[in-house]
Every structure is written in structure tokens, then in C-alpha cells.
């Protein structure tokens, strides 16, 4: 659980939201404390003015403090805090809360006092200029605000921290929600992705993903189908190759071994003919394994290669000559299209002489009496490009994919005269990209096909 990637998610959406609600938290909280401070100060300010004003204009019309208790009750009501009157020596003349008149009054550190007639310096819009009269004597201390009453900007600032909390809160908890809902979400494509792969591994290649979604999701869906495309299309090929080994080695091998019961039979005698025969499937298998372990040499990239500056026209004529008594005996022309002279190219001189004779025995094998197989060479930037085409039966376009394929074969009838064992063209393919080329086919049922691969000069 811990280590599950929906777990993960999780505390990495939470963290961010934490961090986002505190950090936006902390900046309003801030700005907020300042702005109410700032408010307190000046709201604090008119406050005492007004009752410093009051009270000097109450000493100025009276002449002494007698009755000013309701006065300063009814201003501790109204600025909700607590008021102390007391004279010059200190008595107490009036309390807002009634409790300390005429007693000596000692203040505690919290209260501020204020002298009479202490005005604060004048220009005072929101006052009027207090009359002349009698100059007031005694000193006002004033109490701090309560923190419940809901004038203080001190309760306002609580409750609007109390008021950020509970958002935040809600916010944290209505945006977990909503990440649970869009982590589900998110992994819903990777749980499904994580049962395919599994069944994909336990040999099922039948699973594929359906999503809609055109992101890095998405890509990574058809991704996965286009790797189970090309595992089930590559364990179909691996079962076609099975079964297509073990076809090509049992024809010669029940052939060595009928020979083999008839002359420990009596029935057929070992002379030359039978001789001759063994030695022809002895030779089949033996070419079909050179062939396999070829083929697999070439593929691990373990082929070793001599390559060392050749003329690929010396090279040509001698894959042609080596095939011309197919040609005459099968009634087409042979010829070659060189167009002018080629450069050297870096090539092992045996495995491309392989290469050209098994591109013209395939165009040989394929092409009718009366038809044409034609060998060109052209320089094409800082290659060669050796092209055998033929005028033959062509192949259908669903094969073209699968031409270089081990074993597979555009004739299904298996006979060797026009199928083959099915890897002349594989091994080609392998041979030419251990060059550093590149081998493409381009054909047309009933027109003829051309196969051509790039050769590298040699600087």
C-alpha cells in the first residue's frame, strides 16, 4: 500500500494542497493583521479624542466632576472598555463599572493614561473647539478592549482567522475529494495497462487497451498494443518457424531413412544411384543448418566480416555468370545496367556475392520462360545502390510486410523449386544491414518485383 503508486499520488496531491492552503493562509493572515492593526490605531485614536473633548467640555460647562459618572459609564459602554476618572490627587471620581468611586486608584500596566485637558493637537474634523471655560483637572485611564465584543477589530480579526481556518478546511477537504476522484482516474489506464501486460506475460496475447485519451496516457496505450501486436505476431512467426524446421528436416531425414530400412532390407542395394541420393539429403540438411546457424550469427551481431575495397561490377558479373546455366535452361535473359563507372565499395566480397546470388535465384525462380531479370548499380549519395529486378509473377501486397521474415514463403505449397527453405531472403536482409545498408522490395502481382540494398563506398 505504502508503496503503490495511487498512495504516492496521494500524498503528493495532499502535500501540495497543504502547501498551497498554508502558504495562501499565512499571506492573508498577515495582510489581514496589519490592515486591522492599522485600523485599531486610528479607530483608537478618534476614540480618545473624543473622549478627552467630551470630557474637558463637561468639566468646562459644570465647573467641577460632580455627575460625571454617567457620562463615563455611558462612554465605556460605548467604546466597550473600562474608563477611570480620577482627580488631581488620584481619587477615583467615576468608573464606567461603578465600582472604584472614591477610592485611591493604583492602575494596572495595561491601561493608558490620559491627561486632562489633553486634547490632542487640532485640526479635528469630526470635533468641534471645545468652549472656554475652566480649565478641567484629573486624569482619564482606559482599559483594554474586550476581545468578545464585536466592535473590538480585535474580535473581527479572530473571526476572520476563524473564518480562514474553516475555509481552509473545507477547501482541504473538498479538494482531497477531489483528488482521490482524479487519481482514480488518472490510474484507472494504468491498472488496466498492469493486468494486459500480465496477461501479455503469461502468454495471453489477446488483451488490448481501448482509451480515448490523447495525451502520454494514450500514446502509452497504443504503445502497448503495438508491442502485443508485434509479440503475437512474432510468437505466430516463432510457431511458423517451428514447424516449418521441423517440416525441412524431416523430408530429408525420412528420405536418408527410407533409404537406409531398403538397403538393410535387401530391397535396395547400396551402390552408386543410392549413394548419390543419401549424399543430396545429407547435403540439404547440412546447407539447411549452415543456413540456421548463419542466420543466427547474424542476428546476435556476432557475423564477422572482412571488409575491404571491392568493385561491385566485378562482383555482379560473377553472380551472373555463376547463374547463367539457370537462365539458358529456363529460356529468360539476364543482363546487367551499370549506367557509368562505380566507385569502390567497403564490403565483404563473400557474403554480398551471397547476397546477389540469392536475389537472382529468387528472381530466376519466380520469373516465367521468356521473361527478364535485370542487375543495376547507380551511386546514390555516399552509397551504392544494386537493384535486381525481374519481369516475374510478382508478389501480393498483404506478403510485402512479411517477405524478410524467417521461413515465410509467398508460395505456401512448400516446393522447393519456387519456395525454398524459406530463409534466403532473411538471411539477405541480416547480411546487408551488417554493412551498414539497407534492403527495400517493391512489387507488383504480375508485373514483377525489385528487390535493392545500399552498399557503402569506400573512402
Not at 467641577?64 to 459609564?73: I, L, P
Not at 492602575?107 to 473647539?129: K, N
Not at 547435403?283 to 547474424?298: I, N, P, T
Not at 547463367?324 to 529456363?330: C, F, N, S
Request: with cysteine; glycine share 8%; charged share 20%.
Amino acid at each position: 500500500m505504502i508503496h503503490s503508486l495511487s498512495f504516492r499520488l496521494l500524498i503528493a496531491f495532499l502535500a501540495v494542497i497543504l502547501v498551497t492552503i498554508g502558504t495562501v493562509f499565512l499571506f492573508i493572515s498577515l495582510r489581514t493583521s496589519g490592515e486591522i492593526g492599522q485600523f485599531e490605531r486610528r479607530g483608537e485614536e478618534a476614540h480618545f479624542a473624543r473622549l478627552l473633548y467630551s470630557l474637558t467640555r463637561y468639566y468646562s460647562e459644570r465647573g467641577d466632576w460632580t455627575g460625571v459618572q454617567a457620562r463615563v459609564a455611558e462612554m465605556g459602554s460605548l467604546y466597550g472598555r473600562r474608563i477611570v476618572l480620577t482627580d488631581e490627587d488620584g481619587t477615583v471620581v467615576a468608573d464606567s463599572q461603578g465600582e472604584l468611586i472614591g477610592q485611591t486608584y493604583q492602575p494596572p500596566s495595561s491601561e493608558e493614561p490620559l491627561l486632562l485637558p489633553a486634547l490632542p493637537p487640532p485640526p479635528y474634523p469630526f470635533l468641534p473647539s471645545p468652549p472656554p471655560a475652566a480649565e478641567a483637572s484629573g486624569t482619564v485611564y482606559i482599559g483594554p478592549q474586550a476581545l468578545t465584543d464585536p466592535t473590538s477589530p480585535r474580535f473581527l480579526s479572530h473571526s476572520i482567522t476563524q473564518f480562514i481556518i474553516w475555509g481552509c478546511l473545507i477547501g482541504g477537504g473538498v479538494a482531497l475529494a477531489m483528488t482521490l476522484i482524479l487519481s482514480r482516474r488518472i490510474l484507472s489506464p494504468i491498472k488496466a495497462l498492469t493486468a494486459a501486460a500480465r496477461k501479455l506475460g503469461q502468454g495471453d496475447f489477446s488483451p488490448r487497451l481501448e482509451l480515448k485519451d490523447k495525451g502520454e496516457v494514450g500514446e502509452l496505450a497504443r504503445a502497448f498494443n503495438s508491442m502485443a501486436n508485434d509479440l503475437e505476431r512474432a510468437e505466430q512467426l516463432r510457431r511458423n518457424m517451428v514447424a516449418d524446421v521441423a517440416h525441412e528436416l524431416r523430408t530429408p531425414l525420412s528420405n536418408i531413412r527410407g533409404y537406409l530400412e531398403a538397403v538393410n532390407d535387401g530391397v535396395m542395394k547400396p551402390d552408386a544411384a543410392a549413394i548419390k541420393s543419401l549424399n543430396e539429403e545429407a547435403g540439404r540438411l547440412a546447407h539447411l543448418v549452415d543456413e540456421l546457424q548463419e542466420l543466427s550469427l547474424a542476428e546476435s551481431g556476432e557475423l564477422k566480416l572482412a571488409c575491404q575495397a571491392e568493385d561491385i561490377s566485378r562482383l555482379i558479373d560473377q553472380a551472373m555468370l555463376a547463374t547463367q546455366a539457370q537462365v539458358t535452361a529456363k529460356g529468360i535473359s539476364l543482363s546487367a545496367d551499370f549506367g557509368e563507372e562505380l566507385p569502390p565499395v567497403n564490403i565483404d566480397s563473400q557474403r554480398i556475392a551471397q547476397v546477389l546470388h540469392n536475389l537472382l535465384d529468387n528472381a530466376i525462380a519466380h520469373t516465367d520462360r521468356g521473361g527478364s531479370v535485370t542487375i543495376s548499380a547507380v551511386r546514390q549519395g555516399a552509397g551504392i545502390e544494386v537493384a535486381v529486378t525481374d519481369t516475374g509473377e510478382g508478389i501480393p501486397a498483404e506478403d510485402l510486410p512479411n517477405i524478410f521474415e524467417r521461413f515465410y514463403r509467398v508460395d505456401k505449397s512448400r516446393a522447393r523449386a519456387t519456395g525454398g527453405s524459406g530463409l534466403g531472403l532473411t538471411i539477405t536482409k541480416r547480411l546487408v544491414e551488417a554493412h551498414g545498408g539497407t534492403i527495400t522490395v517493391q512489387s507488383q502481382p504480375g508485373k514483377g518485383s525489385r528487390f535493392a540494398f545500399s552498399l557503402p563506398i569506400a573512402s
